[in-house]
């Protein structure tokens, strides 16, 4: 045989080479598709989908960054009801510019219908009809559009799947309140809720904030008692808080890797008192840890949730000293770190009967207007507002003190 044949044969053989490995990719990033959409049923359902590695995403809508966040709260009934439009006028006439819109609610339920080959299909719900409608109307307006995903308290995941949940004498564990969990532990249930806020930042949500990033409340006197599932945490060389902490972090930290190139901030949602402590030893929450690696973090200052605290006997009545005294502990925590997140607290307007015995302490104007006089007096000028039931009091003025 010549040289020349020799030569040719080769790079034939070569190029077959190239175009079996071709054909052998070909096939498995179709099997992964096929797995990735499939219709599941049952408990099958809840098994999370195997990731789809992309680049960069853009949803073809059109939204700016506000000046500063000034937001509401709003439920799936009212993002999806006749409510929407009242709070679409309420943003309209006042300062505030920003919507934080349930996508997965407290329970576990998702606000709107995924198609049935999802595997959120059996959780969706049809509170909002045309979620890409309601996201179009809001680019309209020009209201920026947060994702609220409720991620560890999940009573529908945990009845469909225990062995992702907290379990005691063969049952789904539940708290006081009838709530189920699912463990910070399972990386099952990380990809679960990460997949999600992917497929809503497709939609064109601008942020995705992550609610209940913990253990339950009091976990630490429940964590002896309680059978669970530690997955790769089990051996480390820790104890139970050191381990909670890990593992709350290390799903902030995936959960902000894995949305990276979705071109959205990410959130969490914390108990103000975490900024106060070390950590909390029952929660997993550890304030640093967690705005480290977040864009933006939102502290639960409702004055009507402290107890005895920065020596305020009741901190529900003189809500500007309570949101006062966290600013500044809350400015010298961030300060400390390198690159710290945006300051975004949640501030009350509603009221607290349950700390009361005879008449309860009215939130209005005044009341909302002094928490808001507080961060912006230290410094802090993003805000989100929370009332359960969505209704916002009336004409209070939420401009900026630098405005």
Avoid: C
């Amino acid at each position: 045989m010549g040289k020349r044949q020799l030569k040719t044969m080769i790079i034939a053989m070569l190029l077959l080479m190239v175009v079996s490995v071709q054909k052998v990719n070909a096939a498995e990033e179709t099997k992964t598709m096929k797995t990735h959409h499939r219709s599941m049923s049952s408990v099958e359902t809840y098994k999370v989908p195997e990731r789809i590695s992309r680049f960069s995403y853009n949803s073809g809508l059109d939204f700016e960054y506000p000046d500063h966040v000034r937001g509401i709260y709003v439920t799936g009934n009212s993002a999806g009801g006749e409510r929407f439009d009242q709070l679409i006028k309420l943003i309209n006439d006042t300062e505030l510019n920003s919507m934080v819109i349930d996508v997965k609610e407290d329970h576990g339920n998702v606000t709107f219908k995924f198609a049935e080959d999802s595997p959120y299909a059996d959780v969706g719900t049809n509170y909002i009809g045309d979620p890409q409608k309601m996201l179009k109307r809001l680019e309209e307006e020009g209201i920026y559009p947060i994702a609220r995903i409720v991620v560890f308290k999940d009573s529908v995941l945990a009845k469909e799947r225990p062995d992702l949940s907290f379990t005691q004498n063969g049952e789904v564990w539940k708290n006081g309140k009838g709530e189920a969990f699912v463990s910070p532990f399972q990386k099952e249930v990380w990809d679960y809720n990460i997949e999600l806020a992917k497929q809503v930042a497709e939609m064109g949500f601008q942020e995705i904030q992550f609610d209940y990033v913990r253990f339950p409340e009091g976990f630490e006197t429940r964590a002896e008692e309680l059978e669970y599932d530690q997955g790769d945490y089990a051996d480390l060389e820790m104890n139970g808080v050191k381990k909670r902490v890990k593992a709350v972090t290390d799903f902030v930290s995936h959960a902000r890797e894995e949305l990276s190139d979705y071109d959205v901030d990410v959130s969490v949602d914390i108990f103000g008192y975490s900024a106060t402590i070390e950590e909390a030893p029952g929660i997993g929450q550890n304030f640093s840890k967690i705005a480290d690696n977040v864009d933006v973090i939102s502290s639960m200052i409702y004055p009507s949730h402290w107890t005895s605290y920065f020596g305020i006997d009741n901190p529900d009545e003189e809500p500007y000293k309570l949101v006062t005294e966290y600013a500044k502990v809350e400015n010298e925590v961030l300060g400390s770190l390198e690159d710290p997140p945006i300051s975004r607290p949640w501030i009350q307007d509603f009221e607290a009967p349950w700390l009361y015995s005879g008449k309860t302490k009215q939130y209005g104007k005044e009341e909302v207007e002094a928490q808001i006089k507080a961060l912006n007096e230290n410094g802090i000028q993003e805000f989100l507002i929370w009332n359960s039931g969505n209704s916002y009091t009336d004409n209070v003025d939420y401009t900026p003190l630098d405005e």
